[in-house]
């Protein structure tokens, strides 16, 4: 008997900041999109970034004038996308003149402010540090000041595939893609559970499984990759706030790289990254104390509060999956993005992906959609430039939704209403909805984590273990112990298990 198999017209694998660009862009357009991540959302190369929407002004010396362009038009369209996530930071690059050249740094930054359209982001300019205020050495007495923006990487991803629900995508997690393969004009596909193994079939596949996207091709799909790449490990450290001001700072270092100390969760300054190759599981990249050393030197060389291992309170890493260009350096190697689409006449079509930055997500999905075009004839125009993401909506400044919800909900901290207004936007109305009074949350696992924040993070945002909620959905797990983290697990298990009773009944 022929086996019945779901047909979608899009399978996209892999659940980082690509894979659930493109699906979301797919779903708008009308096409029916399936997507599977392995792991959680964002728990790979997207949650590790340094967080930054950004041009990138090292590029610039590389010569990647389109990807700079590019991606400084970005910040602003993605600003206006996702306000409660994305803010705008100025960066200061204190002046060390036997690094670079002050002309070639105006210069740099003169394209910086022009390359773009800028509306909202201010423009370079000089500035001099008074001794006494500046967090710097005193002997860096001036620099360069210049706008880029912040942003909650995972959760861009968690929006993102909200949305792309939201449009009638079916996003599953915790699903790897085991095997795909062309039968009858289709792709036949694989997907790997908790609870056990199924088939999908879809028009198109696309790979946009970032540090395993060769792997993938050779091994899943069994097609020859057109491209090899290069892995490069980059770690960041975080530490208590260093200073009060809320800037980032941008280090020159010897080796022509830059290191970034940016402000984080109020409380902590976030200092990345490094660049060097990595060739093992990048399932289970971690920071080497070479690299926690380079760091702390890099601050400590500008710094006036000198950093010791001691002040670090947490680190992660994450690998950049970089189309291999053949540079020597690391940092040299473009963070341009490349698509390839494997297909034959009568055969199912491949796109993948190589390559990216989370500034990008948006027109990397873009070129991503027009390559698969001439598959789907009726397919929609573009439409993600000026369509909100989830939380967006109504949302007219953040500081007056915090407003609102300390009006609104007594008892609840100021800061537990900010965290809210800007992880959620206007979607909070919905975890709050019948609520006047923190009581009424439910339990209280500490931190303002209660209940009704966490039975929302599972059923609408794909949250569940304590390690989804606490360093992707929230960003409290700098703030949760080792016994308020357990809580949490158990409560999770309870949960899990009474959806899972209400699934069979
Ligand atoms: C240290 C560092 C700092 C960075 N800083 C910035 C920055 O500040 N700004 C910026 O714009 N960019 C930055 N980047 C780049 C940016 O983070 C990446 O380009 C981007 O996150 C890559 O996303 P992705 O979706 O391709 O990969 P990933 O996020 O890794 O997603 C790929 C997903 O595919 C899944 N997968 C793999 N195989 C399978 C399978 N068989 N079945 C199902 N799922 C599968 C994986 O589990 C993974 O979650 C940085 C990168 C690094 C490493």
Redesign the pocket.
Known sequence: MQEHLTTYDVCV???????VGIATDAAGRGLSVFL????DL?????S???????GGLRYLEHKEFRLVREALLEREVLLAKAPHIIRPLRFIMPHQPHLRPAWLIRTGLFFYDHLGKREQLAGSNHVKFQAENSPLKTEITQGFEYSDCAVDDSRLVVLNALQAKEKGAKIETRS??LAAKRENGLWKIEIENAKGRYNIQAKVLVN?????VTQ?LEN?AHVASEYAIRMIQ?SHIIVPKMYSEDKAFIMQNDDQRIVFAIPYLEKFTLI??TDQEYHADPNRVEITQQEIDYLLDVCNDHFKKQLTQADILYTFS???ALCDDESDQASAVTRDYTLTLNHDVDQAPLLS?FG????TYRKLAESALEKIQPFFTNMDKTWTEKAILPGAENLHSVDVLVEQILLKIKAVSPETARRWAHAYGTRIWTILENISHVQELGQDFGSGLYAQEVDYLVEHEWAISSEDILKRRTKLYLDFTIEQTQVLDEYLIALHARRLQKDVA
């Open positions: 694998i892999g659940g980082g900041i690509n894979g599977c991540e392995k792991d964002a728990s790979h190369t997207s590790a970034s340094s967080k930054l929407i950004h790897r893609c946009a499984t970032g540090a395993w993938f899943t980059g990345g990254t994450g690998v950049r992906i990216g930055k989370i500034t």
